[in-house]
């Protein structure tokens, strides 16, 4: 199994869910957290990412550890966002132990920007988002739908997750494809992959130690979709991650 610092970071990306419910306005917070996850791509070496985390939640804007954005609705049940995060994803050849996947090119991780939708009521929420890469790595598209229940007991929240991603086929193009050149190259065949919609379950618990400090824990698995599963650069059908960390607010 190896420990992967791109699911980590997509695990702190639920990190707004808990801003959202916790924080005033005006308030930062500034925190750090660790994890690792199972890499999809073939034979990847074992790794343990650290990360600091910095949180604002304003009137308008907002920061939340990897994304960022601005609210152009927000009522007690609904919230529309335009926002902007950090996609980790990426493949470097040399993290490859297989000698035909070191013969590859490299996939880097990417800004993506687009628009968030969330409703909120007594039987829990709806989250939708579309978001695009602005940097020009892969030119895909990233939808995203999940229902979500949080749960308040005491000093916890506890919020599970359920939900499906979908990557356009440029997304997956990018970072699962291998064209004619990498194949002659490498020997692995050449492979176009479509659109795909990948299912998840995610959990994040925050515990309230004090006014100031809390600590939290999140997980996510994830099912892949036959079109990555099929790729040359792919050997597992599903993945996972696990995080957890520390904040101050004030």
């Not at 343990?48 to 907002?62: H, K, N, Q, R, S």
């Not at 890469?133 to 229940?149: E, P, W």
């Not at 309230?208 to 099912?223: G, L, M, P, Q």
Request: glycine share 10%; net charge negative.
């Amino acid at each position: 199994m190896s420990l992967y610092p791109v699911m980590t970071c997509r695990v702190l990306l639920i990190l707004p869910l808990f801003y959202a419910s916790g924080a005033f306005a005006g308030e930062w917070s500034l925190g750090a957290a660790a994890g690792g996850g199972i890499s999809p791509y073939r034979d990847t070496d074992n790794t343990l990412t650290a990360l600091p985390l910095i949180g604002y939640e304003g009137e308008d804007f907002y920061l939340h550890g990897l994304k960022g954005g601005y609210h152009l609705w927000k009522d007690e049940q609904n919230q529309l966002d335009v926002m902007g995060y950090y996609s980790p994803l990426h493949f470097k050849p040399g993290d490859s132990d297989d000698e035909q996947m070191k013969r590859l090119n490299k996939r880097r991780s990417t800004a993506m920007a687009g628009f968030e939708y969330t409703h909120r009521a007594d039987w829990g929420a709806i989250r939708t988002a579309l978001s695009a890469d602005v940097l020009n790595n892969s030119n895909g598209l990233v939808g995203d739908l999940a229902y979500l229940y949080p749960i308040h007991l005491n000093d916890w929240e506890i919020t599970p997750m359920a939900g499906v991603r979908w990557d356009s086929k440029n997304q997956n193009k990018y970072y699962y494809g291998i064209n004619a050149g990498e194949s002659r190259r490498s020997g692995l065949a050449s492979y176009t992959p479509d659109d795909s919609l990948t299912p998840y379950l995610e959990l994040a618990a925050r515990y309230h130690i004090n006014k100031s400090w809390d600590t939290f824990v999140s997980a996510r698995y994830e099912s892949l979709p036959n079109t990555v599963k099929d790729s040359p650069m792919v050997d597992k059908s599903n993945t996972g991650s696990l995080s957890f960390g520390i904040n101050y607010s004030f």
